[in-house]
């Protein structure tokens, strides 16, 4: 397995991915923001992507948005999508995403790495657990 930066060639498989991890959550996105997000992604100014890739196939991703922080004047990085195939998972693939944005987050300067995951994904936070410090904050979103 390999973890490399997103390109444009792996569009067609990053879409399958990204639609697989927003059914995940009930969600679904029209057309343009797929075609927004992606774009975003591979400028690779704010946001950007990273991918796991095993045999010339992509079986995970991670994008992480790099952001002003009023407490850390660097900046700090927000990995907003984790994402492993579910045959994928239980092999390294999310630890070894995680890994590669700590890493990227260090290179950037912006070593302040978090997340949020819903309470009931109790595979996920498993490795969270392993890999993360949960923190006591509670997320409020303005209503719909």
Known sequence: MQIRPLRASDRPEWNALWHAYLEFYDTTLSRSVYDATFASLLADREMCALVAEDDGRLIGLAHVIFHAHCWRPEGVSYLQDLY?????????????????????????????????????????????????????????ARPA
């Open 84 to 140: 492993a195939l579910p045959e994928a998972r239980g092999k390294g693939v999310g630890r070894a995403l995680i890994e590669a944005v700590y890493a990227l987050a260090d290179a950037r300067g912006r070593p302040a790495v978090y997340w949020t995951t819903q309470d009931f994904n109790t595979t996920a936070r498993q490795l969270y657990d392993r890999v993360g410090q949960l923190t006591p904050f509670i997320k409020y």
